[in-house]
């Protein structure tokens, strides 16, 4: 075999289902033996779009998400995607074409050092030499991207690599995972003490806590404890325990969740980074015993020094935990936290009788919850609408709600959608963009269509970038640089081979939802979204974000 042919075997044994990439010169030996592979490619109209379509594979499956494109240009479109992967804890490999190992340091076309453009923005990144080295690079790429915190990784293949011939892949589990056992029992005796001696414990969970592998002994942990928690907008929500859920915290510091987290006198924090929620905003000043569990000790920051760090595998520290706790949790702060989330059913439940177009954002809200079932898969772009639909849309089930909360990347929605839909052919799935971030990956409706994916995605349109806009204004008291012109999105849906939808009355969504779930093409509904009450998102915010 030749190596791209090796590396297309090694892909299969990892249990590689797809591949999503575009081809180039550099690269089109792995092209060709992907057609000998049950792997199935998907063509995809922009890199970047590849990259994101696997880290939605990485982040439903918990293993390696795979893009392929070839050098130069092919490389450097991929960092935002694998950047966004890295920061946000989702499994990605992305394997990109190199000029021949003669070529590698002359001014050539296409020359470029992948590696080192990839470095800031992943796991692990190098590139294989010689076709013998390729098994041992994509091991260890591999067995980086999958392990402790997740992120992306990049496999540089030379063209002359990957025609090069390879006897035999040598025997071995390449890339195999390898687990890791709970906390030190040190750490885990003196965590119980911290919450033992507290009266008014919460749990904060991140964006690792919101692992399928990780749903059962999470549930059994905060069942057995029965502490109130709250959650970033990556991590896990309402289902893990209903009953002493508190709601959703992010960004402002302003949500009823915040108000539980600033009354409590200890916080075990579990999955989370401080990337999805600046430590400053929400534990400064505030002299409580912080416990962190995670995979990996936190970078340690002035508002964010635990005192104690269970770093091991997550679901048997927290059983080990479970064994230790005698809590005694004060009536008053659970009677707190139940007020918490019936402030949140109360916002929601004012989106049922709200009316008029452009429509309010409640009222949108109000009306995808009504066609969410524990089978549905909702993808959330970022924008405006990307804190109305986490502040007040439960999840059913680990990962049902896809977020870009690390570096908040726009166009994530569409491609993470079709990428759902390939894992799971028979499940709903809903997509939410603005009108802004909509345009940043559209031209994948061709992708979609051609393969086969259908979803309905929904896109807020304000005709700016909302989200930039209302900010600006708090900040600034003016605007710049966020008002967009109008484009015909039923039109654009249509020269896809897609439908598409405008709303000029709000009751007409929701039946515009069920029917387009039927339908076995992408469903594109324009909804005119009334911003105005915006403000009301930073009401109470923090000043220090303000300022």
Avoid at 163 to 173: Q, V
Avoid at 405 to 426: C, E, H, I, S
Wanted: charged share 20%; glycine share 8%; with cysteine.
């Amino acid at each position: 075999m030749n190596g791209a042919q090796a590396l297309v075997k090694l892909l299969e044994n990892h249990g590689v289902t797809h591949v999503f990439g575009i081809p180039g010169a550099k690269v089109d030996s792995m092209f060709i033996a992907l057609l000998d592979s049950p792997i199935e490619l998907v063509l995809c109209r922009h890199e970047q779009n590849a990259a994101f379509m696997a880290q939605a594979f990485g982040r439903l499956t918990g293993t390696i998400g795979v893009c392929l494109v070839t050098s130069g240009p092919g490389v450097t479109n991929l960092v935002t995607g694998l950047a966004t992967a890295t920061s946000e804890g989702d499994p990605v490999l992305a394997i990109g074409g190199e000029v021949p190992l003669d070529d590698r340091f002359k001014h050539t076309h296409q020359a470029l050092d992948g590696v080192d453009v990839m470095r800031p923005v992943t796991k692990f990144s190098q590139s294989a030499l010689t076709v013998h080295d390729l098994p041992e690079v994509f091991g260890n790429a591999v067995r980086a991207a999958e392990s402790g915190r997740p992120g992306a990784v990049y496999l540089g293949l030379p063209k002359d690599v990957g025609l090069a011939t390879l006897d035999a892949l040598p025997p071995g589990a390449w890339g195999q995972s390898h687990s890791i056992g709970p906390a030190p029992v040190a750490a885990l005796q003196r965590a119980a003490e911290v919450l033992n001696t507290s009266r008014k414990p919460i749990a904060l969970l991140g964006m690792q806590a919101s692992s399928p592998q990780l749903a059962e002994p999470l549930q059994r942990f905060l069942q057995a404890a029965a502490i109130p928690y709250c959650s970033t907008f990556q991590g896990p929500g309402r289902w893990v325990v209903p009953e002493h859920f508190a709601g959703r915290v992010g960004l402002f510091r302003n949500q009823p969740a915040d108000k539980l987290l600033d009354e409590a006198d200890a916080v075990i924090t579990i999955g989370f980074d401080a990337v999805e929620f600046d430590p400053s905003l929400w534990n400064t000043g505030n002299p409580r015993p912080l416990i962190a569990a995670d995979v990996v000790a936190p970078d340690q920051d002035q508002a964010f020094i635990p005192e104690v760090e269970l770093i091991g595998d997550i679901g048997a520290s927290l059983e080990a935990l479970q064994g230790m706790l005698k809590l005694t949790v004060e009536e008053d702060f659970r009677r707190s936290a139940a007020e918490r989330m019936a402030e949140l059913h109360s916002t929601v439940a004012e989106g049922a009788q709200m009316g008029g177009c452009p429509v309010p954002p409640l009222r949108v809200v109000h009306d995808i919850q009504q066609v969410i079932t524990p089978e549905t898969i909702l993808a959330l772009d970022v924008g405006s609408h990307y804190i109305w639909m986490n502040r007040y849309v439960p999840a059913q089930h680990a990962r049902q709600v896809l977020v870009s909360n690390g570096q908040q990347t726009l166009g994530v929605a569409l491609p993470w959608a079709m990428a759902a839909r390939l894992l799971y052919p028979d499940a709903p799935i809903l997509s939410v963009s603005g009108d802004g971030g909509f345009l940043f990956t559209a031209t994948e409706l061709e992708t979609a269509k051609r393969i086969g994916s259908r979803f309905v995605h929904l896109i807020w349109n304000s005709h700016s970038y909302n989200m930039v806009e209302f900010q600006e204004e708090a900040h600034y008291g003016r605007v710049s640089g966020v008002k967009l012109g109008d484009y015909d999105v039923v039109k654009f849906a249509e020269c896809f081979g897609c439908r598409g939808h405008r709303i000029d009355d709000p009751d007409q969504l929701l039946p515009l939802i069920r029917e387009g779930l039927q339908q076995d093409v992408p469903v594109l509904i324009d909804i005119p979204v009334d911003y105005s009450k915006n403000q009301r998102l930073m009401q109470d915010v923090y000043q220090d974000f303000i300022h």
